[in-house]
């Protein structure tokens, strides 16, 4: 795999991390106890740290893309382990009618 097939592949596990560590540890200005500000939503975060969020979608993004390399590389999961619906098309697991 090229290096630059990595970094894209990084890139968007970060991405996807980032997305799923933004609602982890936010507190609403209810939830902390203080005043809000006139017109400010109920949800809006009173903390929000966006420091924190890159370092944890960091450490998520490089364990996530380093077990995708490595599955990559050495192929303990391939299409055949995940195949629930039976042997596919005709031919699927033919290399020759690739």
Known sequence: MAWTSVLAIYFLCWVFSALVML?????????M????????????????????????ATIMATIV???YVSNY???WITLEDIDF??????????????
């Open 65 to 67: 893309c380093g077990l």
């Open 23 to 31: 609602p982890f540890g936010v507190r609403t200005h209810d939830e």
């Open 73 to 75: 590389i050495y192929g």
């Open 85 to 98: 619906f039976g042997a596919g098309p005709p031919g699927y697991s033919d290399p020759e009618n690739y």
């Open 33 to 56: 106890g203080i005043e809000k500000i006139p017109g400010q939503a109920d949800s809006a975060p009173a903390n929000f740290r966006p420091g924190r969020v890159i370092l944890r």
